[in-house]
C-alpha cells in the first residue's frame, strides 16, 4: 500500500506539488516493520500517511515553507509524529503548506504553491493545502494538518475531503511549531468519516510535555463515527448559525447548504436557527490575538538557533546578523503579521487592540455556551466561496483573510469542529464544504453527524 501511494506520489507531485519532501526509504522500511510485526500495533497499523511540514520529525527536514528552516532538520519527533511512529503509520513526507501556517491557499509558502486537484489553475485552501490536496489527488489515504484558524477544515472543504479540529488541547502541541499557542491544533485529514475518526484516536490524549494538553480522556469518536453511520440522527438538535450566510456567500455554496439542512433533517435531526451575535466580530478579534502570539513565537528564528542564516561574515554584528536573517528568510505575510502583532502588543496600543481582543474572545466563548444549551451542535458553510483561483487574493490581505470567516470562532473558544464535504457547488462544479461545531470535550458529536450525513 505505502508503495503504491508512493508511485502514485511519483506520477502525479510535479502536477499538484503537494510534497515538500518525500521519505520513501523511511515509509517503506515502517510498511516494512509492520508486514512484519506479530499483531498489528494499532489499527491503522501499514496505513501511509501524510505530514504537514509544521510538525517536527527526527532526522526529517522541517521547514513550515520557509526559507528561515529550509535546511533544518529536527533532533526530535513531535508528539504527533511519535505516536504515528507507535501506531504504524508509515510518513509519505512532508506536505507544503503557507509559511509558518500563515494563509488560506498555500501560496504563501516559499517553496511555490500546491494546485487543488479538482482544477490546478485554483487553489487547495490554506494554510494545509498540501496536507487536504494529497487526499483529493489520491497520493495518500490519511493526512495531519494544524488548524489555528480554519486551516484543517477550509482546504478539507475547498478540496472535496473531510478535515478535523479537535478540541483545543485534545492533541498535543509538542513539536508543532507554534505560530499562535493558544490557537494551534493539530488534526486528522481524511477521505472519509471513519478515517478521520480513526486517525484522531491514534493522534489524541494527554500529553505532559504540552502545558495545554488536556487531562482527560480521548472521546469515543470511533464508536461515534460508526454510530453515525448507521444514519439515524433522531433525537440530534442542530442550530444554524444565522450570521453565516448572505452577502458574500457564493450562490453555489448557499445553495449547497441549505440542500445539506435539509439533509439532516431529512436523517430525523432538529434543525433551528441559532443566532451567536458575537461571531461577527471574530474575524478582527483573530487578526490581532493570532498576530500577536506570532510576534512573538516567531522572536525565537534569531540566526543563531535554527536554519537559516546569512550575513555571518565576521563585518556583521550579531544585530545585524539577527536583522539580515530575518529581512531574508521570511516572506511578505509573515512580516506583515509581524508587525501587526508587535504593534498590537506595544504598550499604549495594548489595551485599545489586544485587550479588546481578548474580550471579544471572551463575548465568543459566551455565544457558543449559549448556543450549546439549546443545540448539540451547530453548522454553516466552512467558507464563503468555493477554491479561488492562484493568484486572485495574493495581492489583497482582507479578502484573504475573510475564508476563515466562520471556522475561526471555534479556535477563538478551544471548541472542536468539522469539514465535511456537501458535493459540488452548482455554480462551478468545485467542492463544498459543511461545517459542523461542538462543544470543548464533545468531539464525538462531530462524528456522530458528519458520518451520518456525507
Ligand atoms: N488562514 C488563517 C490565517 O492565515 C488561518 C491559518 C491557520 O489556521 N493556520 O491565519
Known sequence: VTQAHLDRIAQVDGAVHAFLHVDAEGALAAAKAVDEAATPASPLAGVPLALKDVLTTKGIPTTCGSKTLEGWIPPYDATVTRKLREAGVPILGKTNMDEFAMGSSTENSAFGATRNPWDRERIPGGSGGGSSASLAAFEAPLAIGTDTGGSIRQPGAVTGTVGVKPTYGGVSRYGLVAFSSSLDQAGPCARTVLDAALLHEVIAGHDPLDSTSIDAPVPPVVAA?????????????????????????????????????????ALGAEVVEVSCPNFTYALPAYYLIAPSEASSNLARFDAMRYGLRVADDGEHSAEEVMALTREAGFGAEVKRRIMLGTYALSSGYYDAYYGSAQKVRTLITRDFAAAFEKVDVLVSPTTPTTAFKIGERVDDPLAMYLSDICSIPANLAGNAAMSVPSGLSEEDNLPVGLQIMAPALADERLYRVGAAYE
Open 225 to 265: 463515527a460508526r454510530e453515525g453511520l448507521k444514519g439515524d440522527l433522531k433525537g440530534i438538535k442542530v442550530g444554524v448559525v444565522s450570521e453565516f450566510s448572505g452577502e458574500g456567500y457564493q450562490a453555489g455554496v448557499s445553495r449547497s447548504f441549505e440542500a445539506a439542512v435539509e439533509q439532516l433533517r
